[in-house]
């Protein structure tokens, strides 16, 4: 192990939210939404039909393309997305 550079080792109690649904258009998603103090207030959001995963919070809701090129879906889905993301992550507040 004298070979590797850690920049950062930690170990914390996260909170794991596991919920599934359909949207109005028939979009399934499958998510895993950790909350954790290491991202300043922003959640980890993993989609886990896909793999792909994100660090969101609410003003990334408000940047146009973040959900689409996050987790490679088009804007019809991406914006049913964000109707319940939008209820999930809440305001970002900041540790330290």
């Excluded at 949207?23 to 939404?33: N, S």
């Excluded at 290491?38 to 886990?48: E, P, S």
């Excluded at 919070?57 to 689409?68: A, Q, T, Y």
Aim: charged letters at 25%; zero cysteines.
């Amino acid at each position: 192990m004298k070979d590797f550079d850690y920049l950062s080792d930690s170990t914390e109690q996260t909170s794991t939210r596991f919920v599934t649904f359909v949207t109005p258009k028939l979009y399934r998603f499958d998510l895993a939404i950790l909350t954790t103090n290491r991202f300043y207030g922003k959640k980890l959001v993993i989609d886990m039909q896909s793999g792909r995963s994100g660090v969101l919070g609410p003003d990334d809701l408000e940047e146009e393309g973040v959900l689409e090129s996050v987790f490679r879906i088009g804007e019809e889905e991406a914006a049913e997305l964000a109707q319940f993301l939008v209820l999930v992550l809440g305001a970002v507040h900041f540790t330290d």
